[in-house]
């Protein structure tokens, strides 16, 4: 499943380390986190919409599963 945020970080060319260092997160929690594995805090997806200007929203972060390729494909 290609998860917003995920499809997001590699469209801007971020690592997993770029991004996990400017949200002070270990890079392995935040692959967890693309692959709906980890469930994420209202605060950490707060700073990944900063982080990203904007261009994903909260729900898209706390919620990937409603916004997966693979289902809106259905």
Do not use: W
Not at 18 to 33: F, H, K
Request: proline share 4%; hydrophobic share 40%; net charge negative.
């Amino acid at each position: 499943m290609q998860t917003p945020l995920r499809k997001l970080r590699k469209a801007q060319g971020k690592t997993l380390s770029q991004v996990a260092e400017a949200l002070n997160i270990d890079p392995a929690t935040l692959s967890r986190i693309e692959r709906n594995e980890h469930s994420v805090s209202a605060v950490v997806a707060e700073r990944i919409c900063q982080l990203f200007d904007g261009e994903i929203t909260e729900l898209e972060v706390l919620y990937p599963e409603r916004f997966s390729e693979a289902i809106l494909k259905d």
